[in-house]
């Protein structure tokens, strides 16, 4: 009778004979340290469920900085609020992974503090106009 549950899904299949031949074919071909820290590499480069956790600000600004920064500031708290209130309610879905509630979390994924202020850390980021000095021109003489 197939199982049901939590374990239905575990299953400790023992290596196949080739399996095992790779591994050590392998291990005296490459040895001990060079096996483990291969294993460790593939370990690190495995992806987690859910979304990233941080959202750097660098990265935000190189996808929606030339628009972001033709707004003025009252649109640009705006629209990170609409995003700040979205992330939050994805976060309280209850469907989700405990993980990926916890990513999808505003106060994680937008770097924590309130809207204004992650607006003004953006603003501080985006690339300094030039400031124009302005004509003065004299009238003229006729």
Same mark, same amino acid.
Not at 4 to 9: D, F
Not at 84 to 88: E, G, L, R, V
């Given at each position: 009778m197939a199982k049901?549950?939590? *374990? &239905?899904?575990k299953t400790n299949a023992s290596p196949t004979k080739r399996e095992v031949d790779d591994f050590f074919r392998t291990l005296r071909k490459y040895g001990l340290e060079e096996l483990n820290r291969a294993r460790n590499q593939y370990q690190k480069s495995k992806q987690k469920r859910g979304r990233r956790q941080i959202v750097s600000d660098k990265e935000f600004l190189a996808v929606l900085g030339n628009w972001f920064a033709s707004? $003025?500031?009252?649109?640009?708290?705006?629209?990170?609020?609409?995003e700040?209130? &979205?992330?939050?309610k994805q976060s309280e879905v209850e469907t989700l992974l405990p993980a990926a509630r916890? &990513?999808?979390d505003p106060r994680r994924s937008w770097g924590g503090g309130t809207v204004e *202020?992650?607006?003004r850390r953006l603003e501080r980021q985006l690339p300094k106009k030039p400031r124009t000095?302005? &004509?003065t021109r004299k $009238?003229?003489?006729?």
């Open positions: 049901r549950g939590k *374990s &239905a899904a707004l $003025p500031h009252r649109k640009r708290v705006e629209f990170i609020e609409r700040y209130q &979205a992330n939050k916890e &990513a999808w *202020s992650i607006v000095r302005k &004509a $009238p003229a003489r006729v």
